[in-house]
């Protein structure tokens, strides 16, 4: 077929760009690595200046690859969402799992504060932080599927998602109420997203997460495909439907907890990149989306880190908000230029 | 009348009753089709056509009776069992309307592709098939969003054609469509049916079209339900009771409904 050569020629070309955002993204930073000096790192030489290439692989490339596994994860969970619920809007955060993991580590942080006493010793760490985050966007994740069984309307779940943002939100206001400021700072700097400091084993964590995510959404192409002409047509079409349906919400839990977990609440990547895919490749296949959004998920994050990063800076601006600035526009562009949202 | 001699029984109903848990919405529904017949459930707003369809499809569970598929029972069929045996169109709209022609066509094919579901050589000539039957091939590349709602509808029962399935359910498939479509829409279903030996269901409001087209029709009224060949319900003047008598009545000899002034 003539346009299966198209896709191979598109996802060749997304490849390439995938390698140069990945090396453009070690080389710079704080201190600029020559292009050549990077590759020869990457490729295994030894470089003359130490410095450069201990900062290359105790630095920039674990941080590089948490770039990698967060954009393609959070992609990969949009996608899944906005096909689940067949609404363009629907975004890991919508489900409230991300507001889920807010929760947790908000109690972890400016919890302490209010029963001061008995939290004498600071429990804070990126550890035990990763570990609250899990455990409250999991809670959430749990009640969603709870009430999932018992409502049939997709419309309603989103709502319900919504509801659990809405009373997440309540409760991190009225802790930051009575929070210190010291406690309020180191929540809010977590909010702002991080992806810099993950040590090896949380990245290889992060990927199993990534790996779990994407077989699940895999052996769900079919499904996914199906649900696009809505649940009841799915079903005529032999799609057992209440098992498609938890093994996507599995999938998008898994990887949209576990990625706030270890990078904080990064938004628009989920939300902005399979719309940014279904325009490429003009194609509703997940069998094409599913590789193409892990793939634009991890340029766009790279990107964005990159100007994170403010070459030759010492400064370091928040992840999340380097996402929405460029997220956003995206996501208006795709509405001007085609006057609705189509998925 | 009907001019079947296929004997084999595709769908049967016995004393069926549908609704839900808390609503009962008609009962004591009785009718057997046979292969290649082409079947009409015709009733007044809110009598429960559509549910019957959908309870007909498994899309919602019955309340009470029986239900057979080929001699199989409706609700013990698994899901991947059940997509072999019908396919539907429904009134709800596509959720995406992004999809190509071809490409939602080709969803029908699910049921007999891999797990990734990729096209073999026979599906796409079943395809291609069902694209050449609703005259869609002129549209194949062509965005859903693009399409009129009279070509929208040819592309939905193009998919469940190229399903493959004995039976074919529709619900009301000629609604927002002119006379003209349809009239079109109607007698394509009705050639599929002759020359496919598909049977095919439809839900609609066009009762006049209907007793001209079809070879048996149901009278949707919650408690008789006559069913039978257009011809024998008018000598049993099933279709006086259809609607309030003060505003329409049915003329036998036309076969049509006049307005009471």
């Given at each position: 077929m003539n346009a299966s050569g198209t896709y191979r020629l598109s996802f060749l070309l997304l490849l390439i760009a995938l390698l140069l955002a990945l090396v453009m993204n070690i080389s710079l930073g704080s201190v600029t690595i020559p292009f050549g000096d990077t590759l020869k790192s990457i490729f295994g030489g030894t470089l003359e200046n130490r410095t450069w290439a201990y900062i290359i692989w105790n630095y920039r490339i674990p941080k590089a690859l948490t770039a990698v596994l967060v954009g393609s994860g959070l992609a990969l969970s949009g996608l899944l969402m906005q096909t689940l619920f067949r609404n363009p809007l629907a975004g890991p955060f919508v489900l409230g799992i991300s507001s889920g993991a807010s929760l947790g580590a908000a109690l972890l942080i400016m919890g302490g504060s209010l029963v001061a006493g008995i939290w004498t010793l600071d429990l804070v760490n990126d550890m035990t932080l990763a570990l609250a985050s899990s455990i409250g966007s999991f809670l959430v994740l749990m009640a969603v599927m709870i009430v999932a069984s018992k409502v049939k309307d997709t419309m309603a779940l989103l709502i319900i998602g919504l509801m659990f943002g809405s009373i997440t939100a309540a409760i991190v206001s009225v802790l930051s109420y009575f929070t210190n400021a010291e406690k309020l700072r180191q929540y809010i700097f977590w909010s702002f997203g991080s992806i810099g400091n993950l040590s090896w084993t949380q990245l290889l964590m992060l990927m199993g997460i990534l790996f779990l995510g994407s077989a699940l959404g895999i052996l769900s192409i079919k499904a996914l495909n199906a649900l696009l002409l809505g649940e009841n047509y799915a079903k005529s079409l032999g799609v057992d439907l209440k098992k498609a349906k938890y093994i996507i919400i599995i999938a998008t839990g898994l990887l949209a907890g576990g990625i706030t977990a270890f990078a904080g609440p990064i938004a628009f990547v989920g939300l902005a990149v399979p719309h940014l895919a279904r325009q490429i490749f003009n194609t509703t296949d997940h069998s094409i989306l599913l590789p193409a959004v892990l793939v634009y998920g991890a340029i766009l994050m790279l990107l964005c880190d990159t100007v994170a990063q403010m070459p030759n800076s010492a400064n370091v601006l928040p992840i999340n908000a380097i996402t929405s600035i460029l997220g956003a526009p995206v996501v208006i562009w795709l509405l001007v230029r085609k006057r609705k949202m189509i998925f | 009348m009907s001019g079947q001699n296929h004997d084999q029984t595709i769908l049967l109903a016995r004393d069926l009753a549908i609704g839900y848990p808390d609503h009962m919405v008609a009962k004591t529904i009785n009718f057997d089709l046979h292969q290649g017949e082409f079947m009409a459930i015709v009733g007044i707003n809110g009598i429960g056509k559509s549910t019957l369809l959908r309870t007909l499809g498994n899309v919602q569970s019955k309340i009470s009776g029986t239900i057979e598929i080929n001699e199989k029972s409706l609700e013990k069929l698994p899901p991947k069992e059940l997509a072999l045996e019908i396919s539907m169109v429904l009134t709800e709209p596509v959720a995406s309307k992004n999809l190509t022609v071809f490409e939602l066509v080709a969803l029908g094919r699910q049921p007999y592709t891999n797990w990734l579901g990729s096209l073999t050589k026979e599906d796409r000539e079943k395809i291609n098939h069902a694209l050449v039957i609703l005259e869609l091939l002129p549209l194949?590349?062509?965005?859903?969003?693009?399409?009129s709602d009279g070509q929208l509808q040819r592309v939905m029962i193009a998919r469940a054609f190229a399903q493959d399935t004995s039976l074919i359910l529709l619900d009301e498939p000629t609604t927002h469509l002119d006379l003209y479509h349809k009239v079109k829409i109607l007698k394509l279903l009705k050639s599929i049916s002759r020359q496919t030996l598909k049977t095919i269901v439809f839900t609609s409001h066009e009762i006049e079209l209907a007793i001209q087209l079809c070879d048996s029709m149901l009278l949707l009224d919650g408690v008789e339900n006559p069913f039978g060949p257009p011809c024998t319900l008018i000598e049993q003047k099933a279709f006086d009771q259809l609607f309030p008598s003060d505003t329409v009545s049915f003329d036998a000899n036309t076969g049509s409904f006049r307005i009471e002034k």
């Open positions: - | 194949k590349n062509q965005k859903c969003f693009e399409l």
